[in-house]
């Protein structure tokens, strides 16, 4: 069981740096756990919408505007998705 989580969160990792890349139009961003928005040019409000209807697109997913309120960083957002996807 133990695996099967560790592999779900590496995809779930895989698949939110995609959505950044296609939102930023950069192959070469990496976003982690402790990814905020001072850490990447070019992330203001509007962008920020962008990404949080991106993965609601790539994981079939609503997220409220008090869950994105709460997030404070990229481990936040994989957190939320996991939690999300095991409902």
Do not use: C, P
């Not at 203001?44 to 991106?54: A, F, K, P, Y």
């Not at 936040?76 to 409902?87: C, I, N």
């Amino acid at each position: 069981e133990k695996y099967i989580l560790s592999k779900m969160s590496h995809n779930i990792e895989e698949r939110v740096n995609g959505v950044f890349r296609r939102i930023f139009k950069n192959d070469s961003i990496q976003v982690n756990r402790s990814t905020t928005a001072q850490d990447i040019k070019g992330w203001d409000s509007i962008t920020h919408l962008h990404i949080i209807s991106g993965m609601e697109e790539e994981f079939s997913v609503e997220i409220t505007g008090f869950e994105v309120m709460n997030m404070e960083n990229v481990g936040d957002l994989f957190d939320l998705l996991s939690d999300k996807l095991s409902e």
